[in-house]
Structure formats: C-alpha cells, structure tokens
C-alpha cells in the first residue's frame, strides 16, 4: 500500500495558486505537484466554513449529516472518519497543523439554552482537545487517537497567533511570548493603514505557525524512513494542515514584503452592481473591524492580497520542502501526495470579502490535486466534493469505507479524466445568529452546483440563480429574471433532489461495531 501525505490550507480560494491560473502569485512547487496529478477545477466544498466542512472531508458526510453545521460545536468524538478506517487497516496516521473539528473559540459562542438536545454520553472534557488553554503552561504531548490520527498536534489560532502544540514547539526556540500574537490586534512588526487584518508579525518568520508545519511534518516523513522496523514499516498517512492563508493575513519576515499592493490587480468583478442579489448581499457593508463578511474597499483589498501572496508563497516553500523529504528519504514513487483546502474567499469578488452568506466560487471552489504514483498528470472538468476525497484515497488504499458515507470515489477521474462520477453537489451553510458578524447573514441556505448552472436558495425565499456556461463569473443573477424562469425550474427540482438523496440513513445503535473496527 502507498502512503499518504495530505496538504490542506485554510480559507484557499481555487485560482489563487499558480496551477489556478494566477499568474501573480509564485507556487512553483504546488504547480509542479500538479503537474503530475490529476488536478480537478470543478471542485466545490460541502460546506464554504471551517469546521463543518474539515467535518465532511474526515467523515464523507454532509454537515447536516456529521451534525458539526457551523463553528460552534464539535465532531462527535465516535464519528468514524476515513483516517480511521486507514488506521484500522494498518496505516500510521499522523496529524500536523491545524485540525479545527473541535471547537477551540468558545468566547465567540455563548451557550446553548435550555436543556441539551441530547446526552452525548462522552467522558468531560473529549470536545476540548482543541483548547488553547490546555497548552498555555505545559505542553502535554500529542494527543492520542484523534478521530484515527494515531498522533495529533495542533497549531490553534490564525495570521499571527501562536497556539497549541505550536506554542510550546515555538517557545522551546526562543520565542518571546509578548510577541505571540495570541490577539487580532496583538503585536505587529507592521501592519495595513488600511485594515487590521494585513500585518507582519512580531517574531521571527522561523517560529511561524507555517514552519512549524513544515519542520513537524518533515520530521515525521523522515522517522518513518528510518525506523528500525523500516524493512516491514506500515504504510502511513499525514495530514498537513496549515492554518494560512485564512484571514488574518500575517506572512511573517521577507514573506510580508514579497508583493506590493500596488501590483494587487482587483478582480473583474468587483465594482459590479449588487443590486439584483439578496437582501443581505446588498446591504453588506464596509467594516473596517469586521472579522465576517463584508464588502471591502479598494486599498485594503489589494494590501490583503499582497499579503495573503506571500503567505501562500511560504506554504508553497514548505510544500517543496516536504516534497524534497520524500525524495531524499526514497518515498516519493510510493506516496500519494493529495492537494486541496477546507474552503475559499471571496477575495473581491463582487466587492465582497471573506465568508458566510456569500455561496459565490469564490468561497464555494477549491484547489483540489491527487498525485498518485504512476499516473500522468492531467485536468479535468469533472465534478468533485470535498465529500469525495475520504471515498477516493480508500479507494486507492484497498481498504473498505464505512456506513453512512455519501461521497464518492474519484478513482474513475483519475484512470480517465472525462470520467465523471456525480452530476451535481451539493452545498450546505447554516449560521446560527449569535451576533458576532456585524453583518449578519440568511440563517440557512442550500445550493446546488452542476456541469452548467448554479442555484441557491436562503431561508429568506431569496435566491441566486447563474448560467455557468453564459456566466463563468456569475455576474448576473437570474432566480427573478423571466428568462431564467425555465433554468430556475429546472434547477430547483434538482436541488429538492438533491436535498433527498442527501438525507442521512446511517445506523448507529447500541452493540455496533467500533468506528475503528466497524
């Protein structure tokens, strides 16, 4: 069995990396990566936010199925995951980064109401694995069967924050806390006059959450090729993650100056008028505090992009570095290498900025890439899910997958890339209204995306509607245009289908069989 190394980012829209079509920002190793996998342009998320959709890639289900719909709550401790059907089948699985299926920033949610749902009958304390304050005095290890993950360490927090098994990593190399950043408006080197969220760090660019990636990452690809038991070694899977390049955007050192603002071109898109979309995209506004959506002006977008570039440039860096390990350590003819990220932004499109309520490709798609050993490289225009990528590396692993799953495997894309495995995905976003977006957004929406057409439908009874063969950039909405009366019927009905087809069967009752077993 090949191993697996997986590389994931955090809020990584699908054009910017090179291999996109971005021809501003560097990621020779990523293009190089791609250039020898089968690299999918129509991929789309289950879910455009953190935590439900890193959910849907470890477990295959939507988040109206694994239960984790927005930020605020974790992934049932029992969930089984594809990592653990790796483990279960002899892999050594590994985590390294940014995990986020556990909730960490519980300042930002007050509690629930009233008597719980239901009893999760967990010991104390299993949803807190992801907290910063278990790591602020001590550092107590890598966490031990984590969803399958044999081991787990954490980097917790984004842009400049130092958290989790990354702190005390960063503190045992010289790193002085007054400059961890464990604040939004902590200590910077530098910093945008045109919004809080583009800085340099403090500290220096070696005790970066990205280097501890790297660095941890790279340690652990090198054990496994020299361990004594290297001879009859188990295959073995990583998981990567960074946490850039979310928001803040903090590329530390020479990173932070790679681009200037003033080479930053604004997308096509952005001084469109908004005025035949929803109700809330209209009234979005400016909010230089914001930490949700928002529309952005043009000045702070363009020092948000020069610093986001540099930040996915320094991923880019690590990735080869990663890469270069595999190669020097004689793995890299029996490692599956897959690419991709949890989900996107809207980076200026349309004027907007960031995530939540805005379902446009610019959150919705993602880079998505799947290296395997001898198979050329190649693109496709096939339909993909983040539902799809747990499917498809058991699939390459031979082991078999698990009740309740509804992604699909992407192997028939691989051997052929005008294969295609699903006609349509299917998009969920549930935000509950707690109030910590000044702008707040439709509580729940549903859309779906197929070869030609997008619709969307908020719990408004507002919608979107695009023809993406006509409207690649969706730019104009025709969910109440007459002459797209006949697509939004036809649309409609494939997304009540698909809200059909996606309602979980999956069994779970007293006497079944472990998730690591079953």
């Known amino acids: 069995m090949n191993n697996i190394l997986f590389l994931c980012t955090d809020q990584h829209r699908a054009d910017h990396v090179g291999f996109g079509g971005n021809e501003t920002v560097q990621t020779p190793n990523l293009d190089a990566l791609a250039a020898r996998a089968t690299v999918f342009d129509r991929a789309y998320v289950a879910n455009p936010v953190c935590m439900p959709n890193r959910s849907s890639i470890m477990t295959g289900r939507m988040p109206s199925a694994h239960g984790v719909v927005f930020n605020d709550r974790s992934l049932d401790w029992g969930a089984n995951t594809f990592v653990r059907r790796l483990s279960a089948a002899g892999y050594r699985t590994q985590h390294v980064g940014k995990a986020h299926i556990q909730v960490h920033a519980r300042h930002f949610f007050p509690a629930p109401e009233g008597a719980p749902v239901g009893d999760q009958g967990w010991p104390d304390g299993w949803d807190y694995l992801e907290a910063a304050s278990r790591y602020v005095d001590d550092n107590p290890g890598p966490v031990e069967?984590?969803?399958?993950?044999d081991q787990a360490e954490f980097c917790l927090g984004h842009g400049a924050a130092i958290g989790g098994h990354h702190l005390q990593w960063a503190l045992e190399r010289g790193l002085d806390p007054e400059t961890a950043g464990t604040g939004p408006h902590g200590p910077a080197a530098a910093r945008s006059n045109n919004w809080w969220q583009a800085l340099?760090?403090?500290?220096?660019?070696?005790?970066?959450?990205?280097?501890?990636?790297?660095a941890r990452s790279i340690e652990f690809i090198e054990s496994t090729?020299?361990?004594?038991?290297?001879?009859?070694?188990?295959?073995?899977?990583?998981?990567a993650s960074y946490p850039d390049p979310h928001h803040p955007f903090a590329p530390p050192g020479d990173w932070y100056d790679r681009h200037q603002s003033a080479d930053m071109a604004l997308p096509e898109s952005f001084h469109d008028s908004v005025d035949d979309l929803p109700r809330h995209?209209?009234?979005?506004?400016?909010?230089?505090?914001?930490r949700g959506?928002?529309?952005?002006?043009e000045a702070a977008l363009r020092d948000a992009m020069a610093a986001?570039?540099?930040?996915?440039?320094?991923?880019?860096?690590?990735?080869?570095?990663?890469?270069?390990a595999l190669q020097r350590t004689g793995q890299a003819d029996n490692t599956i290498v897959v690419f991709t990220a949890d989900h996107g932004d809207m980076f200026g499109d349309h004027g907007f900025m960031l995530k939540g309520g805005m379902v446009f490709e610019g959150t919705t798609r993602v880079p998505l890439a799947i290296s395997v050993p001898g198979r050329a490289g190649a693109r496709t225009s096939s339909l993909a899910s983040s539902l799809d990528i747990g499917s498809t590396l058991l699939?390459?692993?031979g082991v078999d997958s698990y009740?309740?799953?509804?992604?699909?495997s992407l192997v028939p894309v691989l051997a052929d890339p005008e294969a295609e495995v699903r006609d349509h995905v299917l998009i969920e976003e549930d935000v509950p209204d707690y109030g910590i977006w000044s702008n707040q957004v439709p509580a729940h929406s549903r859309t779906v995306v197929t070869a030609d057409a997008r619709i969307t439908r908020y719990s408004t009874g507002e919608g979107e509607l695009y023809d993406l063969t006509a409207d690649r950039g969706e730019r104009r909405n025709l969910f109440d245009v007459d002459e797209g009366r006949d697509l939004r019927h036809q649309m409609t009905d494939q997304l009540a289908g698909a809200m059909v087809s996606a309602a979980d069967y999956a069994r779970t009752a007293p006497g079944s069989s472990s998730p690591a077993s079953g």
Not at 225 to 239: E, I, M, N, V
Not at 281 to 288: K, N, P
């Open 145 to 149: 069967n984590f969803y399958g993950f």
């Open 200 to 214: 340099k760090p403090a500290y220096e660019e070696g005790l970066h959450s990205t280097e501890f990636v790297t």
């Open 225 to 239: 090729a020299t361990d004594d038991r290297a001879a009859d070694a188990p295959p073995w899977f990583l998981f």
């Open 281 to 290: 995209l209209r009234e979005m506004t400016l909010d230089a505090g914001a």
């Open 293 to 297: 959506p928002m529309r952005i002006g």
């Open 308 to 324: 986001q570039y540099g930040s996915i440039e320094m991923i880019d860096a690590g990735v080869g570095r990663m890469l270069d």
């Open 395 to 397: 699939d390459l692993a």
């Open 403 to 408: 009740d309740g799953v509804q992604g699909t």
